[in-house]
């Protein structure tokens, strides 16, 4: 599985973004996607979530009400709407997508990209 993210950029506050992050390979085996972001000096940290089951989604606290996440399965495509942003959510945002191939589950890592919101 390869994961591939686009869209981030830089913004001002209370501004919108939205990133894409297009799966390849054995994506069958892609039980769930999702984002996490990492500020400079922290830990990286979970903002969202989505099955591609039934479609349920989890979201950090911090991002609820402003952040959709959203999937397209027939384009193996999964989204991140960024809306009312903030100067702390700074960070390299890293789309990952968690498989299963039994008896073993794989974690897939894009390589990240830069979402800057200038106060």
């Known amino acids: 599985v390869r994961v591939v993210e686009s869209g981030g950029g830089l913004v001002q506050a209370g501004g919108s973004l939205r990133l894409s992050c297009a799966a390849s390979?054995?994506?069958?085996?892609?039980?769930?996607m999702g984002w996490y972001r990492q500020a400079p000096g922290k830990q990286r940290e979970l903002v969202a979530q989505?099955?591609?089951?039934?479609?349920?989604?989890t979201y950090a606290d911090s991002v609820k009400g402003r952040f959709t996440i959203s999937r397209d399965n027939a384009k193996n495509t999964m989204y991140l709407q960024m809306n009312s942003l903030k100067p702390e959510d700074t960070a390299v945002y890293y789309c990952n997508a968690k498989a299963s191939n039994w008896p073993y589950k794989v974690d897939y890592w894009g390589q990240g990209t830069q979402v800057t919101v200038s106060s």
């Open positions: 390979g054995s994506t069958f085996s892609i039980n769930a």
């Open positions: 989505i099955t591609t089951g039934g479609g349920s989604t």
